[in-house]
């Protein structure tokens, strides 16, 4: 997973899959897989609502081994959809008590052909510069991203 520069209120994550571009875009938007890799090993996202369209949402809680309890209860509403190429969400996190909390951020995804594999970029847009210095300082964001996509890469080599 690559770091490359951004601009002062946006991190940008990038890494390379072992997969078809149209495998990798088709697991990142159906539910059904989302919820067999989405988050970190040892967590869970459970869906509530996912309604793949501009406008809809996708709402969902990450919690220790499929628990709601403790978890974090994570709202994405879909802005721009541009089927196996880019889709952008604005994206934000509450508890599951539905406190919220000053984590909006708005997530572009970038898929693009690498040869046989696909590269996928991560565009996290925040509302100021001191909001994105928080997050990337956040361990959600050094561990969270990289071991999502680790989770991703095993189950893109099951399904591939």
């Known amino acids: 997973m690559s770091r490359p520069v951004a601009s002062e209120r946006e991190i940008v994550i990038e890494r390379v899959f072992d997969a078809p571009r149209e495998l990798v875009y088709n697991a990142w938007t159906d539910p059904e897989q989302l ?4 988050g970190p090993e040892g967590v869970t996202a459970i869906t509530s609502e996912h309604n793949f369209t501009i406008g809809g949402s996708w ?3 990450m919690g220790p081994e499929g628990r709601n309890e403790g978890g974090v ?3 994405s509403v879909f802005r721009e959809i541009v089927p196996l190429e880019r ?3 604005d994206d934000h996190m509450g ?6 909390r000053p984590e ?3 997530v572009t995804a970038i ?3 690498h040869g046989e594999k696909t590269k996928l970029t991560l565009r996290i847009l925040h509302a100021s510069a001191e909001d994105r210095r928080i997050n990337e300082e956040d361990i959600k ?3 969270g991203w990289g071991a999502s996509f680790d989770s991703f890469d095993k189950y893109l080599a099951k399904i591939a």
Do not use: R, S
């Open 35 to 38: 919820a067999k890799w989405w």
């Open 95 to 100: 508890d599951t008590g539905g406190h919220p």
């Open 111 to 113: 898929f693009e052909d």
């Open 104 to 106: 909006d951020v708005t």
């Open 141 to 143: 964001i050094q561990f």
């Open 59 to 61: 709402v969902y809680t």
């Open 87 to 89: 889709i952008t969400t």
């Open 73 to 75: 209860l994570m709202t």
